[in-house]
């Protein structure tokens, strides 16, 4: 498994996020100066963590977005199954949903599918406000 850079800067825009916090709206620009990542990315990263409901979005002169619940909610699996979609180490996680016609058959399977369950369990026991805190 490697996460992508829109994934890694989804983790950032959260914790910026995080970290800026105070029931007010953060605008792109602002974190775009504060992380150095552009706004057309930033815009991306942003809709897919909108889309999937991590985030409060307002449009107009005092818009921009927030986090719509506690750093101590959000988890780091969270936001990067938002942004990356499947984090599964190997394509043939999911082989079952995808008719794979080796899956009766696969000696490795079994293994991928623990693996993929060890790397989910892991990245949804840790918070952002864990990583705030460096409580890792």
């Not at 409060?56 to 921009?64: A, E, I, Q």
């Not at 938002?82 to 079952?96: D, F, T």
Request: one cysteine or more; charged letters at 25%.
């Amino acid at each position: 498994m490697i996460v992508s850079t829109k994934g890694r800067y989804a983790l950032r825009v959260v914790i910026d996020l995080a970290m800026h916090s105070d029931g007010e709206y953060i605008s792109l620009k602002e974190i775009s100066n504060r992380s150095a990542i552009s706004m057309k990315y930033l815009e991306s990263i942003v809709s897919s963590l909108n889309k999937e409901g991590l985030l409060d979005s307002l449009r107009g002169k005092n818009g921009g977005y927030r986090l719509n619940r506690p750093a101590s909610k959000y988890t780091v699996g969270m936001v990067l199954k938002a942004s990356e979609g499947s984090l599964a180490p190997v394509a043939c996680v999911n082989c079952e949903d995808m008719n794979c016609s080796e899956a009766q058959d696969c000696l490795t399977l079994p293994m991928w599918k623990k693996l993929d369950n060890v790397i989910d369990n892991y990245l949804e026991s840790v918070t952002i406000e864990d990583l705030l805190s460096q409580n890792v």
